[in-house]
Structures are given as C-alpha cells and as structure tokens.
Nanobody, 126 residues
Framework: VQLQASGGGLVQAGGSLRLSCAAS????????MGWFRQAPGKEREFVAAISWGGGSTYYADSVKGRFTISRDNAKNTLYLQMNSLKPEDTAVYYC????????????????????WGQGTQVTVSS
C-alpha cells in the first residue's frame, strides 16, 4: 500500500489542523493505521493508532484529549484531527500501516510498521 499524507501547515498555539492520509489499493481495511511524528533532533514517536475497522483507538499521553484519529475505509483515508495545538506538537507527521493490529500493549511499536507515508510538516507558533 502507498500512503500520501497531507494537511500540515503553520498554525498558532491553540489552533486546529486536520491531517489526512490517502492510501492506494483496495486493501486499506486490512491495515491497522497509525500516526507518528518526529521533531527536529528527536526520535520518531507514537501519536495515535486505530484498528482495522476503527472501533479501537490508542493515543500517546501527550495528545490524549486533544487529538482524534479516525478512518474512512470507503474512501481509503486516515485522519488525525488536532485541536488545542501546542508549540511542542511541531514535527513532521507520518502515517503508518501494518496488518498485525494494535493493542494497548504494542501501540507505537514501530517495528510492526510495514509502510510509511512521506510525512507532512506541522508547525505551531507560540
């Protein structure tokens, strides 16, 4: 599967953005999806994940209550709604796909990721 992330941009602190990740192919619903981010000089980190059908979601503590992950399998698209953005949310955001599924124990395990999107820059000004 090929992933194309979009929707990043420059926003003031407290603002909102919605990221999208368009997937190619007809097997999108076979993939558990996730969002990760990487800030300059830092390692890539987990942000949020969602199960194949969207019934289960997982979040990093740093974004819980502010970000919402969702998916539309009919449109082969993954979303990340980001509200109450903070300067520390500034990073390149990557969507990711894998077929083995996410749990509360393995969420964010990047070794499970099979495909990565190209990344979209999010910059939050103070």
């Amino acid at each position: 599967v090929q992933l194309q992330a979009s929707g990043g941009g420059l926003v003031q602190a407290g603002g909102s953005l919605r990221l999208s990740c368009a997937a190619s192919g007809r097997t999108f619903s076979s993939y558990a999806m996730g969002w990760f981010r990487q800030a300059p000089g830092k390692e890539r980190e987990f942000v949020a994940a969602i199960s194949w059908g969207g019934g289960s979601t997982y979040y990093a503590d740093s974004v819980k209550g502010r970000f919402t992950i969702s998916r539309d399998n009919a449109k082969n698209t993954l979303y990340l709604q980001m509200n109450s953005l903070k300067p520390e949310d500034t990073a390149v955001y990557y969507c990711a796909a894998q077929r083995t599924g996410w749990t509360a124990q393995n969420m964010g395990d990047m070794t499970r990721v099979e495909y990565w999107g190209q990344g979209t820059q999010v910059t939050v000004s103070s």
